[in-house]
């Protein structure tokens, strides 16, 4: 026997009738053959489905007694086929068609290089177009610089991948001698359903094809799903997060501000009003605050910051802050609720909008902080002096302007005391929140606080 035969034998399990005799073959098919790794000594056929009394999904042949290289090598290349040798990518077209066959690997270490090229040679199976039509499913057919063990080594765990990609990823070099359907190869079934018995509907190689096929379109789907639903996110991303920036953006400037001013106040100071600036005090009273708003609590622990992120470095935008904010909001204000961050998350849009209503009441509550220390400072714990007090900053804070919900922050830690009757005293301005955005209010605790700073 040849190499040849002894390949032919194996794949068409010793079953000589041909699709040309018109018979029904009911024990085997030529397509149930996945794919073929082919080397000098040995070659392995790998089947999609055990069938009847053959148990085995991978085959390997031994051929080494089979080679005749002394006499072959006795022969000109040119003359192989005269001489009645064969091609071993023949046996896929020689009486049957193996039409489902997926991958072609010949393995070069060892091969004598005259007959790899003959037997390698893909005109055997037809030009192009030919090609595409019998073997809808193929993938790859290459060259590669390694032994069948090696190979062999990949089949296991190899499911819908190539031989020719695992081995490329251990450093083995690899040469494509076809590249076929790699995209949608799961999309063919070219079974023959009037020649093989195992073709038919809903036998084991069917519903083997079948049940990948569905598999491959619903993961197509979910891809195209996720391709929609990025470009929905990304849309979200470029409308919300210049908002969510600059709210975070001004509520780090004004807890600089604070700083600053804390940090050139006498030790009296510090004490009666400025305690108020501290940033450990600024943290646990906005901390207060959100850990008092369980509706937001809920929202916030949803926030997918990974995600977000994710799509916005993907499209090249500014998120890098949101790692800060992420890292700020959990460690530092959401202290000892740090469990939060680890629930089931909800989408990107849901993110956003939690993270736009967020930034809006982080920085709206640094403002009211401001408001705070004014009131302490022109207290002084007393109404008596407020006028004298704001007298001394009136002409950097020509008027105070505020609201009723300043008022009800403030007035939450003054004691006995009333903001209302405090800025009423130094003629301060109360408006209503629409005629008083919190762009305008950024602003006025801005004043406040360069007011502050001349007294301080």
Request: proline letters at 2%; charged letters at 30%.
């Amino acid at each position: 026997m040849t190499r040849f035969e002894v390949i032919q034998k194996e794949i068409n399990k010793g079953m000589p009738i041909s699709e040309k005799s018109g018979n029904v073959l009911r024990d085997w098919t030529p397509n149930n053959v996945r794919r073929l790794v082919i080397g000098s000594d040995f070659i392995i056929v790998q089947y999609f489905v055990v069938v009847g009394k053959f148990k085995k999904l991978i085959e390997v042949v031994n051929t080494s007694k089979y080679n005749n290289y002394t006499q072959v090598n006795k022969i000109n290349p040119s003359e192989y086929k005269k001489s009645g040798i064969k091609a071993i990518l023949s046996v896929l077209v020689e009486d049957r068609v193996c039409s489902s066959v997926e991958e072609i690997v010949f393995c070069t270490s060892g091969y004598e290089h005259s007959i790899l090229q003959y037997d390698s040679n893909i005109a055997i199976l037809g030009n192009e177009n030919t090609i595409k039509t019998r073997f809808p499913r193929l993938r790859s057919i290459s060259w590669i610089n390694t032994t069948v063990k090696e190979a062999h080594s990949c089949l296991v765990s190899l499911g819908d991948d190539l031989v020719k990609n695992r081995l490329k990823d251990k450093g083995y070099t690899v040469k494509e001698l076809l590249t076929g359907n790699e995209d949608n190869w799961w999309k063919s079934m070219p079974l023959r359903g009037q020649w093989y018995e195992l073709d038919k509907e809903n036998s084991r190689l069917y519903t083997f094809m079948l049940n990948l096929k569905t598999e491959h379109e619903e993961m197509e789907r979910k891809d195209k799903l996720a391709s929609l639903d990025e470009k929905r996110s990304l849309a979200d991303l470029q409308e919300s997060l210049p908002l969510i920036k600059e709210a975070y953006t001004k509520r780090q400037e004004l807890l600089g501000l604070y700083d600053t001013l804390f940090s050139t106040l006498g030790i009296i100071a510090k004490a009666e009003w400025g305690k108020v600036l501290q940033t450990s005090y600024s943290t646990s009273l906005v901390g207060s605050i959100l850990k008092g708003n369980n509706d937001l609590l809920v929202d916030i622990r949803k926030i997918d910051f990974k995600a977000i992120a994710e799509v916005g470095r993907k499209h090249n935008l500014d998120v890098e802050f949101l790692v800060d904010f992420e890292d700020e909001l959990f460690n530092k204000l959401l202290k000892g609720l740090c469990q939060y961050s680890k629930e089931n998350k909800g989408d990107i849009k849901y993110g956003l909008k939690t993270l736009k209503k967020l930034a809006v009441t982080l920085v709206n509550a640094e403002c009211n902080i401001a408001y705070l220390a004014l009131g302490l400072f022109l207290s002084k714990n007393s109404m008596k002096f407020v006028g004298f007090e704001y007298d001394k900053i009136k002409y950097k804070l020509p008027c105070i302007v505020y609201t009723q919900e300043i008022s009800s922050f403030c007035n939450n830690y003054l004691g006995d005391l009333s903001v209302g009757d405090i800025f009423s005293k130094a003629d301060g301005k109360l408006v209503t929140t629409s005629e008083f955005n919190l762009t305008q209010k950024y602003k006025e605790a801005k004043a406040i606080i360069t007011a502050l700073r001349e007294e301080g």
